[in-house]
C-alpha cells in the first residue's frame, strides 16, 4: 500500500510502526492453569496499551505507540488459541509436566523448580520449560533417580 494512503510522513516511519510478529514455539503449547491465566492478562494489558494511544492525534505518533502492543496482541491472541491446558499431574511419584522436583547436583547444590510451559517459565522465579533440556532428562524419572546431563550426575531428591 502507497505510503499516500496511510497518512504517513515518510516510507521510513511506516517502517517504524510495522515490527516484524514475535517468534511462535514450534513446540507444542502447553499450559499451566497459572499459564493460562498469565497468557490472557498479558493479552488485556496489550489491548489496554493499544486502546491508550488511540487518542494520539498524531498519526505517526499513534502508530508508533500501539506498534508493539498491536504485536503482543497477535502474539498472545495465537498462544491463547493454541494453548493445551494440561491437567495437573495424577501420579506425584513421576515427574511430568505440571510437577515440582527437587534436585542436588554433583556440587551439593539442591534445586527446586516447577516444569511448566514455555510462555510461563522463568528459571529465576523456579519455574523451567517442559522443552528445556533438564525438565527433558527428568521427566518420566522418580525421587533416588539419577540423571547425567553434561557429563555431571543430578540426583532426583524430591517430586511434587
Known sequence: MSVAFLKEESAETASETLLPP????????LVTET???ALETALAEARE???????????????????SPL???RYYSE????AQLMPAPADTDVIAFGSSVTFRREDGRVETYRIVGEDEADPKA????YVSPIARLL???SEGDVV????KEIEIEAVG
Open 79 to 82: 498462544r491463547i488459541a493454541s
Open 148 to 151: 547425567v546431563m553434561a557429563g
Open 71 to 73: 504485536r503482543d496482541i
Open 22 to 29: 514475535r517468534e511462535i514455539s514450534p513446540h507444542a503449547n
Open 139 to 141: 521427566i518420566g524419572k
Open 35 to 37: 499459564g493460562l491465566k
Open 49 to 67: 496499551l493499544y486502546q491508550a494511544a488511540q487518542p494520539i492525534e498524531d498519526v505517526n505518533e499513534r502508530r508508533r505507540q500501539q506498534a
Open 126 to 129: 523456579g519455574s523451567i520449560s
